[in-house]
């Protein structure tokens, strides 16, 4: 749908909305019957109900992806947690593994994570740690052949940094919100470079994960309101503390924020309902935030895929970044709330390319830390064809502009988009990848056509559909939806 472009600086602009205020409804007793945590390992049903009817023939397969029960405990001062995890990973690689890698990211965000008592197929075995003890290298008793599966169980904890000042301060409690990203034991992505680890550069994302399965169990103070990825599946109460079991999965991440501040708003369109959290005060941001995650969601699902899960999230926190991306959620930063002018503009830009990323880094996963630009560039562009969509012409003119506007920032210096996040110094990073890497897609549309090119994507999005991306598959992608040899325009903008 398009609507009429008020004029607006940069980026974007006001919107109506209409929605309505959904009290949170008491919680239902835990249903009496089977743990849900003991479920078997290959039944999924539990995932079933997160996901719309067009994407449930996946839980047929990713016969390979890792499956972890996650049990975890927030503490009453709120920036402790404790919790044991249990994981089945399957060897989905063609050679032998003698070791699994995970990756322990609370180490390298200013906080804290150890752990304890690990075994493997219930033997006890010994970690070594690295990358200043944000990798635990878990030596096999016996090699693992390809298919071949194994059971790996721990304790863990976490200190959570009472600050925001690592990392956007995507770890964090801090005005009264606990966000807790990559916070239990990950496994990291085998891939041709083995086994893919490196301490994530500031500027960019953490992770680089495989689609998995999660089902976790939280148990908190009942005076927070929890968010968490994925699909609520029982609730129930156990002495001072509530007890929530989610099922999350396919997915690259589990994240969970929380807060005792938190109000909920909802809309539900056909399968998905949309949550906007946010304090109270913050509710006419909240809203808007809710408008535009449904219309982005609309857009998205008819150009490229439909959206997977029957559930999206948005929660606002203290983070220093504008909005972080997880699987069916984001978290927004809650300085865009506040109702004026120039932070509207930034919560529309800023949720529309957020909700792009369900597609491109969640439904497509990429190695976020060395091909930024198969994430971000592409969600820049994403976000281009949403203010397309929503205002036509002028939309996209006035963000195109702020591409430009970022490009310029290193006066338009023809750097490679196609770098790894490391490559980048100082303004580079936001200018290239944001800037440069979102008219590399207009560029490339213009050379393949519209057509091509809106096919192009929808087959790249179809085709990689929780599996990983990489550079060549998305150019010669492009090169046989065109009919056409695109070596030229990759070179300039793609590859060093
Ligand atoms: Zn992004």
Not at 125 to 141: D, H, K, Q, T, Y
Not at 249 to 267: H, M, N, T, V
Not at 309 to 335: H, K, Q
Not at 336 to 352: I, P, W
């Amino acid at each position: 749908m398009k609507r009429p472009l008020a004029s607006f600086l940069t980026l974007s602009l006001l919107l109506l909305s209409c929605n309505f205020l959904q009290p949170t409804p008491s919680p239902p007793p835990s249903a009496p019957g089977p743990d849900p945590m003991q479920t078997p390992w290959d039944d999924r049903t539990h995932f079933k109900s997160g996901l719309v009817a067009s994407a449930q023939s996946v839980l047929n397969g990713l016969a390979g992806a890792s499956v972890y029960r996650i049990e975890f405990t927030i503490a009453d001062n709120l920036y402790q947690v404790a919790g044991t995890e249990e994981v089945r990973y399957t060897n989905t690689e063609d050679v032998a593994l003698n070791e699994i890698h995970f990756r322990l990211f609370p180490n390298i965000l200013g906080g804290g994570m150890t752990v304890s008592n690990l075994s493997v197929n219930g033997q006890s075995a010994a970690p070594r740690f690295g990358l200043e003890n944000s990798l635990m290298i878990v030596p096999l008793p016996a090699p693992l052949e390809a298919n071949q599966s194994v059971v790996l169980k721990m304790d863990y904890a976490v200190t959570v940094p009472q600050a925001v000042e690592l990392n956007y301060g995507v770890l964090a409690y801090y005005d009264d919100v606990l966000a807790l990203a990559h916070a239990y034991p990950m496994i990291a992505v085998y891939d041709d470079e083995g086994w893919n680890a490196e301490i994530p550069p500031q500027d960019g994302d953490v992770t680089y994960a495989d689609a998995a399965f999660h089902l976790v169990r939280v148990r908190a103070p009942k005076e927070l309101t929890l968010v968490a990825s994925g699909r609520e599946i029982s609730r129930g109460e156990e002495g001072q503390a509530q007890v929530l079991i989610v099922a999350n999965g396919p997915a690259r991440d589990f994240y969970l924020a929380a807060s005792p501040k938190y109000e909920k708003i909802s809309q539900t369109f056909g399968e998905i309902t949309v949550n906007s959290y946010a304090p109270r005060e913050l509710r006419d941001g909240a809203q808007f935030a809710l408008e535009v995650a449904v219309r982005a969601i609309d857009a998205f699902s008819e150009r490229y895929a439909p959206y997977p899960y029957t559930e999206f999230d948005i929660v606002s926190t203290p983070t220093l970044a504008l909005g972080i991306e997880y699987p069916g959620m984001t978290a927004i930063a809650s300085r865009l709330y506040d109702g004026n002018r120039d932070s509207r503009m930034y919560l529309e830009s800023t949720v529309a390319h957020e909700v792009g990323h369900q597609w491109f880094y969640n439904l497509v996963g990429g190695d976020q830390l060395d091909d930024p630009w198969l994430d971000e560039s592409l969600t820049q562009f994403v976000t281009l064809q949403y203010f397309a969509d929503e205002y036509g012409k002028v939309g996209e003119d006035e963000f195109r502009a702020s591409l430009e506007g970022r490009w310029a920032r290193v006066n338009n210096e023809k750097i490679p988009i196609g770098l790894p996040v490391s490559a980048y110094r100082g303004a580079e990073y936001s200018a290239i990848v944001y800037g440069r890497g979102a008219l590399f897609f207009l560029a490339l549309r213009e050379e393949m056509g519209t057509d091509a090119f809106d096919a192009f994507l929808k087959e790249y999005t179809a085709s990689l559909s929780w599996g990983i991306a990489a550079p060549e598959y998305l150019q010669s992608l492009a090169e046989q939806k065109c009919a056409c040899e695109l070596d030229a325009l990759f070179e300039e903008w793609v590859y060093p």
